[in-house]
């Protein structure tokens, strides 16, 4: 609620990086997470470099997005952020969270990582950029020096298939001109099934194209994480897993046979964990009919599911 608040009453557009330092002193046989990295350009390279220093273990979320902290308003704003996290655990939010179970050398060595990046952000040496990534479209778009400038485009997806490039720019929606920044909201905020009309400029030619706003695939599970050891055991990648906690009875996943232990290791040919799979269903989409590429009983068996609508609360 405060950082919230704290966002609608300055001027974001003066925010050069939020750091957040939210749940860093517990599992400390675990890397360092950091989400973040992916949304703001050469960030990745300024992390690694100072890590060098500090020595952490650190896993990059890349362009992997999980928004349930402080980072969130900030991010919903196109301003670079970095989110720094240990995980959850067995005494979150729980009266048995005491102090004696904080591991402060960990605690120091992530503040000082952090530290040091803002320490480069403030003297001047780096000014990141906001990197947006619009899944449901599949392409990674930069709004610099007021330009909404497409640095990515994804192989097969919506974007690539209405004719889009790397090194695009998108100069209207619906022929309505607009800030860049305004672009990237606005393609974000695109109401599911709507169709817009892009103008495009790619060297010295303007080009029109449509492309419709994905409805985000559901899948109807409760997801959680693989266990570490299962993984090891099974040669299970570390972007790929997700335990099915519960199938939602008549959901997508349920129809299709799914049931509560397997394990959801790809869709769609895409690797998913619990962190990405927002990001793959909002490119596959509602109505597709994908092959899941699934662990049951020690074997990797495939099933055919088709995507749902998420049901509105």
């Not at 029109?208 to 994905?214: F, Q, V």
């Amino acid at each position: 609620l405060g950082s919230n608040a704290f966002s609608k009453q300055i001027d974001t557009e003066d925010v050069a990086l939020m750091v957040n330092f939210d749940m860093i002193g517990r599992n400390p046989d675990k890397n360092i997470e950091i989400i973040g990295d992916g949304f703001s350009t050469g960030m990745t390279q300024v992390i690694e470099m100072f890590n060098e220093e500090v020595a952490l273990e650190i896993e990059l979320a890349g362009d992997g997005y999980f928004g349930a902290s402080d980072h969130d308003p900030f991010y919903k704003k196109d301003r670079p952020f970095l989110f720094f996290f240990t995980g959850t655990h067995e005494d979150y939010h729980q009266l048995s969270d005491h102090i004696e179970k904080l591991d402060f050398d960990q605690m120091l060595k992530i503040t000082k990582l952090g530290s040091k990046v803002i320490e480069f952000v403030l003297t001047n040496g780096y000014t990141p950029q906001f990197i947006s990534h619009l899944s449901w479209m599949g392409i990674s778009l930069t709004t610099h020096d007021s330009v909404a400038k497409i640095i990515k485009v994804e192989e097969g997806s919506r974007a690539d298939e209405a004719g889009m490039k790397e090194g695009d720019t998108i100069i209207s929606m619906n022929e309505d001109s607009m800030e860049s920044s305004q672009i990237s909201l606005a393609l974000r905020d695109l109401t599911p099934g709507e169709t817009i009309k892009l103008q495009i400029q790619r060297e010295e030619e303007i080009l029109t194209t449509e492309i419709m706003r994905a409805k985000t695939g559901y899948v109807g599970i409760y997801p959680q994480s693989v266990p570490n050891e299962t993984k090891q055991k099974f040669s299970i990648s570390e972007n790929e897993g997700i335990l099915i906690a519960q199938a939602v009875e008549g959901g997508p996943a349920d129809t299709s046979g799914l049931q509560e232990g397997d394990i959801i290791l790809q869709i769609a040919g895409q690797s998913v964990i619990p962190r990405t799979l927002g990001k793959v269903l909002q490119r596959v989409g509602a109505g597709e009919t994908v092959t899941c590429l699934v662990l049951r009983d020690e074997e990797r068996i495939k099933v055919e599911l088709t995507l749902g609508e998420r049901p509105k609360r």
